[in-house]
């Protein structure tokens, strides 16, 4: 749910939200300038931009201006970027949208300008664990970045521009979901 109490939802055919104080459903899509389909990730940053990642790799960034007494949108504007390959999941940091890709590792989209960081599997141990990610989760408190791949965990240090590999004693597989109990 964002700010609002509006749940953004991601179908086949594209964007809604659905109003939780209404029992209503909202059409989004039919106001973007970029109509995504296949939607395969939805996060929204504490600013309330919502981050829409579709099967084909696109990620649309979408700021609105919501009106809390008619419950509805006034403005809605969007913008795209463009990775091309198949994203798994995507979370949203203070700085950074990440999506980790299935088989090319891990993309940070800086929100601020847009440049683009990838990350990837090599033989360094600060680099990814696997180019094959499977799950992200940013904890809101620290902005730490951890990444699930089908060789354990990872973790972002941001001061070094590096990852952190967790113990393989402590995975011992594939890791498909990352989640707080907060």
């Not at 209404?22 to 300038?33: A, C, E, K, T």
């Not at 600013?47 to 700021?63: A, E, P």
């Not at 951890?146 to 004693?169: K, P």
Request: charged share 25%; with cysteine; proline share 1%.
């Amino acid at each position: 749910l964002d700010s609002n109490d509006m749940l953004w939802v991601g179908t086949a055919e594209g964007v809604l939200c659905y109003d939780t104080r209404r029992n209503r459903s909202i059409v989004v899509q039919d106001r973007l300038r970029n109509c995504l389909k296949y939607i395969n990730n939805i996060a929204i940053d504490k600013d309330g931009v919502v981050y829409v990642n579709d099967i084909s790799g696109r990620l649309q960034i979408i700021r609105s201006e919501f009106d809390p007494v008619r419950r509805d949108f006034d403005v809605i504007l969007d913008e795209m970027a463009a990775f091309e390959e198949f994203v798994s999941s995507m979370a949203v940091s203070r700085d950074y949208v990440w999506l980790g890709t299935w088989n090319n590792g891990l993309i940070r989209y800086r929100k601020s300008d847009g440049e683009v960081g990838r990350f990837r599997e090599s033989d360094t141990p600060s680099s990814l664990s696997s180019n094959m990610v499977t799950s992200l989760y940013v904890d809101q408190i620290t902005d730490k970045v951890w990444v699930g791949t089908n060789a354990g965990i990872d973790r972002y240090d941001a001061d070094a521009d590096a990852f952190r590999r967790i113990a393989s004693d402590v995975v011992l597989s594939s890791v498909y979901t990352l989640h707080t109990d907060t």
